[in-house]
């Protein structure tokens, strides 16, 4: 089991950027596809980004390309996501998620396909 926990939250306005990071321990972090989801207020959860083991395939939603980036040390057992252009329909609960493949070429946008996922980081985003 790999446990995972966000930081880098908060409350923006419009137009701003945030960078959210997510430290991970136990496991081998090196080898997972590690994702990013949402959950905003009365929503269900949805898939933000996601990067393979070795950083060199990212997939994205539509409604967020060319504002996030997706990215990872592998050495600091780290994924960050690096949030500019803010919009309010951005603001949700956001976490990170391990899908522990091993070296799979695999980026799922596919909650059920990640394993172990960190307790969330508020975005808020005011207009």
């Known amino acids: 089991q790999v446990l995972l926990v966000e930081s880098g939250g908060g409350a923006v306005q419009a137009g701003g950027s945030l960078r959210l990071s997510c430290a991970a321990s136990g496991g081998t972090f090196s080898s997972y596809a590690m994702g990013w989801f949402r959950q905003a207020p009365g929503k269900e959860r949805e898939f933000v980004a996601a990067i393979d083991w070795s950083g060199s395939r990212t997939d994205y939603i539509d409604s967020v390309k060319g504002r996030f980036t997706i990215s990872r040390d592998n050495a600091k057992n780290m994924v960050y996501l690096q949030m500019n252009i803010l919009k309010p329909e951005d603001t949700g609960v956001y976490f990170c998620?391990?899908?522990?493949?091993?070296?799979?070429?695999?980026?799922?946008?596919?909650?059920?396909?990640?394993?172990?996922w960190g307790q969330g980081t508020q975005v808020t985003v005011s207009s």
């Open positions: 998620a391990a899908d522990r493949s091993w070296y799979s070429v695999r980026v799922s946008r596919n909650a059920n396909e990640y394993d172990d």
